[in-house]
């Protein structure tokens, strides 16, 4: 199976992701956790991504193709992934078709999680408080979902031409959005 689980930030593709690896025993991929990563350990990836991820904004496509190549070309996603975080921009989605194109991991469904904003703010507010992420702090969630809403929402219509695109109401129990989501890919497979 592979997957994309696309939205806003915050809207719950991590989390989601995270449950459904185990469901399906294949890896979940994050850009952003991987980011992290690099950052964590000072790599010259990570010490290029610092300040723009920081800052909300979103690293370079080279970059973040580069290390997604890297991943998907590891042993464990051979059998399949969820991918969470990427595509972010149309350039991100054209690469992506392509790069899976290459590997004949062609993608099974895009999955879009639905939640409005105030909730999102609402929701980083409270990561911000627990985890500290500086890229939760409010002022910089308001800027990240302009991103989302310039460059990485129009990458919904680009699936919904491709007929991959499945939207999901991402509001209310975890384990009831799970189970929308579940009902989503089992029709894909
Ligand atoms: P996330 O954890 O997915 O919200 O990502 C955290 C940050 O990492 C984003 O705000 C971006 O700065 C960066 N990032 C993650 N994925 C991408 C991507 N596909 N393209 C560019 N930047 C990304």
Known sequence: MRI??????GSGKGTQAAILKSTFGIPHISTGDLLRGHVARCTELGRKAKAVMEAGQLVSDDLVLGMLEDRLAEADAKP???????????????????????IGQ???IVIKLNV????????????????GRKDDDPEVVRGRLAVYSEQTAPVAAYYSRTGQLVEIDGVGELA?????ILAAVESAA
């Open 106 to 108: 062609p993608l099974d």
């Open 4 to 9: 994309v689980f696309f939205g806003a930030p």
């Open 176 to 180: 009831s959005v799970t189970a929308r």
């Open 80 to 102: 399949g992934f969820i991918l969470d975080g990427y595509p972010r921009n149309l350039v991100q989605a054209d690469a992506l078709g392509a790069l899976l194109a290459r």
């Open 116 to 131: 409005p904003h105030d909730a999102i703010l609402e929701r980083c507010a409270k990561r911000f408080a627990e985890q």
